[in-house]
Structures are given as structure tokens and as C-alpha cells.
């Protein structure tokens, strides 16, 4: 210190210091990292909104441990290299306690190696092809053996003999329908065939006339994003609306049935752990939140059911523990019943969701008639035993 | 395994793609071709005709709504390509590099508009009733759009050479193509004719984007989707040759679809890429090559 005055300065930053510090230790930051522009926008920037609602609510309602959250919103850019960046600057930068987000199975893979190596947890919101199994990452979203095998069960019951497997190209759809092709050969079913399209190809023609060729019963849809206006689109102008050849998809929701016009899907079904038909008064009042906040019109899904009730689990996870620590959180998570509005919920050992099934199908307002539902919870099961014997998680062993 | 059906609906539709790449490449083709710019924004009049036409059936709707959007497509299609021409792309025409990269700004700061105007969700286009019908023919099924697609390719393709052949414009366009520098000293204004071909082709991009809505989605990036296929067939076609550019347009599409048979439409889009990479090994210059002084050094 040379002068009196750089003294004074000093005292006062340290001062100012001081005075955030004490102001952060009333709040805890948690990272809400989705993709709010890119391709992905349209279904993530919903995901961020619920996300986001949760963490209203529960500040409005005291916080967590008398903490209050504060959100740091990061954009994934719909760029996998972009999700590993902006995860390991909000764990590095911005000290958060834990992160919610990610959507594409190519995002999630991205962030993994970043939680791992700074032990930190993120909480993933969508249905995915299993086939992992971190134990940086719990998995609210449906595994394999909550959504696409309960949609064959039911068209196996249905009575529908042969199959058309359709889907984008990439880890997804390659793995869910690997494992219906094994369930196919072991119950003696017919594929009829397996078709995938470029993310965001638009070009159906040689797959229509595939689907004319080899007349499936059904056609299961694991396309993603744009790719399905244009596969609907060209089926109706091919004279096979979702009427004469049903087709059960595995990637639309509410909200994308209505960007894309409910015209060109209605009849169609679905499978998904969360509908907003859902009759239940949680539900209710769930819609009713979301909608004062983003518009009467506004399409509550399955994934932002999935994120909102991800941070109610982290809250409940972290008050059990006594601790925002990743280990604690972790433990006092597994086991903790969550009251959500798709009923009371909990994380099995393999830190995926235990939850029940639906079928819907769409009607003509863009909402599902849930016409089929799971016997009970379904326990989540990362590795079909059929498809990946012999594969078990390590997580569940831990 | 070879089904007769199959291939013949295939033959269809690889018909059917090349009408799209010929619609989405003229403008290139043209462009390229008398100017030697490569405009990077073309993908972007084609998303502008499928915004236009989802504008027109909000204005008028009803069976010919169609037939309204078509012409609105392509006179605002051809007013940005106007403008683009005189603000950007004249002030750079004897710098080749620079228009590759201002027109690439030009076609991010087009399609953040359109996210910003209608939102990163698609817009859906209906195609009307009398559209929504097909033929059946022994087997075969022919929806009407991709015929109508086919019959407006057709007649731009006709319209294109008429233009070409038979009017003054055209004998413009020729005599510019052929030497600029002899063209400007006998009295021709060059710029003139670069402006209205430039017009012309991003009209013919935008009339594509109507027809590309009665297919898919129209979202901000679906020039994206269309823009690379156009090069292929530019630079099979023989860079600039409309000829050669519809030649090379129904190659690609019939190698896209027959190959479609056995492969999926994946491992289709790898096989057309490696079918280009070969045959411009044996053929550098093209199906057709151009004849002009504007391509030589």
C-alpha cells in the first residue's frame, strides 16, 4: 500500500467482498442449462420454463434449508460441445449446487465426463435409450422398459402382428429400436421394416413406399423434431393418414402435435409417462400455474413435468440429507417419495425414475385420450435384459 | 427382392426429387453462371417463398390459395434478391470471396428474422382439397403434390428457355454470359442484366419454397436442407449451364431414390456425395461445359 487512499480503496473492497459473501450465503445457485436457440429450442425452451416455475414456487415458499435458489440460465445452443462448455462453467464459475437440463441423448452424453470429473449432479428430464447408467446424472426421464416396451405390450395386445420402424438417425431411435427387433424375434413378430432418416430430413418418398410395399400393422415413430411435419405431411398426401396405418410415436407431445397441426396427427398415439389429461387435482393445478405464467395455449408436456419435478426431488433430496454435498444428495435421493403432478414418484437405486406408462391417443384439440396405462410402476431398467445381457448398472451395485 | 413396383415408384420419385433440386438450383445456376457469384443466401429465398405462402393462405384461404401464393413467392422472393443484389453483392462483384461470406452473413441475419417474426417452431402450409388426392395406377400411387411439383418445374424449365431463346432479355443474358467486357463496349448495361437474372433466379427460389410447404414444415433453416443438394447439382451440372444443372438434377434424383431401394435414406445421402466426388474425377467440367469467357481465368 503506497498511498493512504489505495488503502481506504482496498478497505472498502474489502468490505464490498465481504458483503456478497454474506449475501451468497443466503442463496444457492443452481445451473438451468437447455438449448434456448438452435433446433432444439422449440421443445427445450418449454423444459426451461417448468424448470424455472419449480424454482419460483419454492423460493415464494421459503426456499431450500432457508436458502433461496438462484437460477443460472445457460443456452445449450442445440450443440453437444456447447452443453459440455456451459455445464463446466456453471460448475466452475458459478459454484452451482447441482444442474437441471440437457434433452438430446447427444447433449446428455456430452455433459457426462464434465459431471463425473467434478463429481456434480445433473438431473435429466427426457426419455432416452438407456444404455448408461452415471452415477453423476439421475434420469427422470422414461428408460427403454418405461416407455417404448410398454408401447409394444400394448400393440402386441392390440393384436398387431408386423412392424415398421421408423426414426432419425442417430442414438435413439438406433437403440430403441435394437431392442423392439429383440422383443420382435423373441415373440415371433414380423419386422416389416426399419428406415432412418437424417435429423431434420425431409425426404420421405422412398420410406412411404417402403411402408406401401411391406403394409405394417403399425409403424413405430422415432423421428425427431421437423423430420415429422414432413413424414405426416407426405403419408396424408400418400393417401395413409394416421387412420388407415397407425402410428405410435415416441417424440411428440402435446406441444409438438400442435406446432404441427393436429389435423395431420390426430388419431395418432403415443406413449409417455405424463400426459396433460391426466386426471389427477395435482395435475390440475399444475396446468393452471403454467398457463398464468405463459398463456392460456400454452402445451404442458412430458419432459417439463419431468424437469419441474426434478427440482422438487433435489429439494426434498437435499433437506432429507441436511447437505447440498453431491454424495449426500445422491443417497438421501434414492428411495425419497416426491409428490408431483403425475402422482407420488421415487428414484429407484439406479438413480432412474420409477413410474407408470400411458398410451394415449390424439384427438382434434392437439390433447391426448389416454386409452392405456401400466398395471403399476414400472421399476427403470438402464439395460434390456434381453438386448444387453448380462449388463447391469454400477450404480445400483455401489 | 427387386419388386417391379417398387422400382417403377421409385423411377417416380426420383423424378419427383430431381424437380425439387432443379427448382432450388436454377437460381444458383444462373447467378453463378453470368455474375460468378456464389450466393450463400439462396437457401434463404426459399425459406422466404414458404413464409410468403404461409402469409398468403392466412390472407386468402380457400382451394386457390395455391395459385395466389405462387406469384407472391416469387415477386418477393425477386425484391430481396433485388435489393441483396444492389446493396451487397454488386458493391463485391470483383471480389469472389467476399460475396461467399457477405452473402453467408446475409443468410444468418435473414433466418435469426425469421426465427424472430414466426418463432423457431415451423409453420404448417395445407396443401388445398384437389391436393390432396392421388392417382392410382396399377399398384402405383402418384400423390398430386409431388405431380403438381413435377408440372411446375417443367414450366419454369420452359418458361426459363423460353426467356432464354426467344427474348431480348435473354439474348442480354447470352451475349453478357459469352464476354462481358465485349457486351459492356457494344453498349449493353451489364449491371442491368445481372440485376434482373439475379431477380430471376431468386423468384425461381422462392416459387420452391412453395412447393417445399406443401411438403414439409417452413422453419428458418429449411434452405438449409435444400441448399447443399443445389451446389451438388450446380457443380455437376457444369457450373452455370442450365442444361447441364437439369441434367444433372434428375441424375442426382434418380441416384438418391433407386438407391433408396436397397439403402436408408442416410446411407442414400453418403452414397449420392461419393457419386459426385467420382464423377467429377472423370468429368471435372460437368455434364455440360460452359462455353464463356466469364469462367475462364
Redesign the interface.
Known amino acids: 500500500m503506497r498511498t493512504s487512499a489505495t488503502g481506504a480503496l482496498a478497505g472498502a473492497a474489502t468490505i464490498a467482498f465481504a458483503v456478497s459473501a454474506a449475501h451468497a450465503a443466503d442463496t444457492v445457485a443452481v445451473g438451468v442449462l437447455q438449448s434456448l ?1 438452435g ?1 432444439m ?2 421443445s427445450e425452451v418449454t423444459v426451461k420454463n417448468a424448470e424455472t416455475m419449480a424454482i419460483d414456487e419454492i423460493n415464494a415458499a421459503g426456499g431450500v434449508m432457508g436458502h433461496q435458489i438462484e437460477a443460472v440460465i445457460e443456452d445449450g445452443a442445440s450443440d453437444p460441445a456447447i452443453f459440455a462448455q456451459k455445464a463446466s462453467k456453471l460448475i466452475q464459475n458459478d459454484d452451482v449446487a447441482t444442474v437441471f437440463g440437457g434433452w438430446t441423448s447427444a447433449s446428455r452424453k456430452a455433459m457426462l465426463p464434465v459431471f463425473e470429473r467434478a463429481d456434480s449432479l445433473l438431473w435429466y428430464p427426457v426419455q432416452f435409450e438407456g444404455n448408461e447408467c452415471s452415477a453423476n446424472i439421475m434420469y427422470s426421464g422414461a428408460q427403454p422398459n418405461q416407455q417404448i416396451l410398454p408401447a409394444y405390450e400394448w400393440a402386441k395386445a392390440e393384436g398387431k402382428k408386423s412392424y415398421f420402424l421408423v426414426g432419425s ?1 442417430y442414438v435413439f431411435p438406433r437403440t430403441a429400436n435394437l431392442i423392439v427387433k429383440k422383443h420382435l424375434a423373441e415373440d415371433g413378430l414380423d419386422l416389416a421394416g ?5 435429423l ?4 420421405f ?3 412411404i ?2 411402408i ?2 411391406a403394409k405394417p400393422d403399425i409403424i413405430f415413430n422415432t423421428l425427431n423434431g ?1 423430420s415429422n ?2 413424414f405426416f ?2 403419408m ?4 395413409m393418414g394416421p387412420d388407415s396405418v397407425p402410428v405410435m410415436s415416441f417424440s411428440i407431445a402435446e406441444q409438438e402435435a400442435r ?3 393436429t ?2 396427427v390426430e388419431g395418432s398415439y403415443a406413449t409417455w409417462n405424463y400426459f396433460e389429461t391426466l386426471p389427477s387435482d395435482a395435475n390440475a393445478d399444475f396446468v393452471q400455474a403454467y398457463r398464468a405464467l405463459y398463456g392460456e395455449d400454452a402445451a404442458v408436456t412430458d419432459p417439463m413435468l419431468h424437469g419441474y419435478l426434478n427440482v422438487y426431488a433435489w429439494k426434498a433430496a437435499v433437506e432429507a440429507a441436511g447437505s447440498f454435498d453431491t454424495d449426500a444428495v445422491r443417497a438421501a435421493a434414492v428411495g425419497l417419495d416426491i409428490d408431483t403432478p403425475m402422482g407420488t414418484v421415487s428414484f429407484a437405486p439406479n438413480q432412474s425414475l420409477r413410474q407408470t406408462a400411458y398410451v394415449g391417443q390424439l384427438d382434434s384439440q392437439g390433447q391426448f385420450d389416454i386409452i392405456w396405462s401400466s398395471d403399476a410402476m414400472i421399476e427403470p431398467e438402464p439395460y434390456d435384459a434381453l438386448t444387453f445381457p448380462g449388463k447391469t448398472c454400477g450404480v445400483a451395485t455401489n | 427382392m427387386l419388386d417391379a413396383t417398387l422400382f417403377a415408384g421409385q423411377v417416380f420419385n426420383g423424378f419427383s426429387v430431381a424437380s425439387l433440386f432443379v427448382l432450388a438450383a436454377l437460381g444458383l445456376a444462373l447467378s453463378f453462371g453470368l455474375m460468378r457469384v456464389i450466393n450463400m443466401a439462396h437457401g434463404e429465398m426459399l425459406m422466404l417463398g414458404g413464409y410468403l405462402a404461409y402469409l398468403t393462405y392466412l390472407i386468402v384461404p380457400g382451394p386457390a390459395a395455391i395459385l395466389v401464393a405462387m406469384p407472391v413467392a416469387f415477386l418477393g422472393a425477386a425484391l430481396v434478391g433485388g435489393l441483396l443484389e444492389l446493396t451487397v453483392i454488386r458493391r463485391l462483384s470483383s471480389r469472389p470471396l467476399d460475396t461467399l461470406l457477405a452473402t453467408w452473413g446475409v443468410s444468418l441475419i435473414l433466418q435469426q428474422a425469421a426465427r424472430s417474426a414466426f418463432g423457431p417452431i415451423g409453420v404448417g402450409v395445407t396443401a388445398p382439397d384437389w391436393l390432396n388426392t392421388g392417382l392410382s395406377l396399377g399398384g402405383l400411387y402418384f400423390p398430386s403434390t409431388r405431380i403438381f411439383i413435377l408440372a411446375v418445374a417443367v414450366v419454369v424449365l420452359a418458361g426459363l428457355g423460353l426467356l432464354i431463346a426467344r427474348t431480348r432479355l435473354g439474348l442480354l443474358v447470352r451475349a453478357v454470359n459469352q464476354d462481358r467486357m465485349m457486351a459492356a463496349a457494344s453498349g449493353i448495361n451489364t449491371r442491368r442484366v445481372d440485376l434482373a437474372v439475379f431477380c430471376l433466379g431468386t423468384g425461381i427460389a422462392g416459387l420452391a419454397g412453395v412447393v417445399l410447404s406443401l411438403l414439409g414444415p417452413v422453419t428458418p433453416s429449411v434452405g438449409q436442407s435444400y441448399i447443399v443438394p443445389a451446389f451438388l447439382v450446380v457443380v455437376m451440372g457444369g457450373l452455370g449451364s442450365m442444361v447441364g444443372t437439369t441434367i444433372a438434377a434428375v441424375i442426382l434424383g434418380l441416384v438418391s431414390a433407386l438407391s433408396q431401394i436397397f439403402l436408408d435414406v442416410s446411407m442414400s445421402q453418403v452414397l449420392m456425395l461419393l457419386f459426385v466426388i467420382i464423377f467429377l474425377q472423370f468429368r471435372p467440367q460437368g455434364v455440360v461445359a460452359t462455353r464463356s469467357r466469364a469462367l475462364e481465368g
Do not use: F, H, N
Open positions: 436457440s433446433t429450442a422449440i438417425d426399419e428406415q432412418y432418416v437424417p431434420g430430413g425431409t425426404d418418398s422412398a420410406v413406399a417402403k406401401r410395399a421437423d411435419v414432413s405431411k407426405q396424408a398426401a400418400s393417401g406446432a404441427m397441426g389435423s395431420l
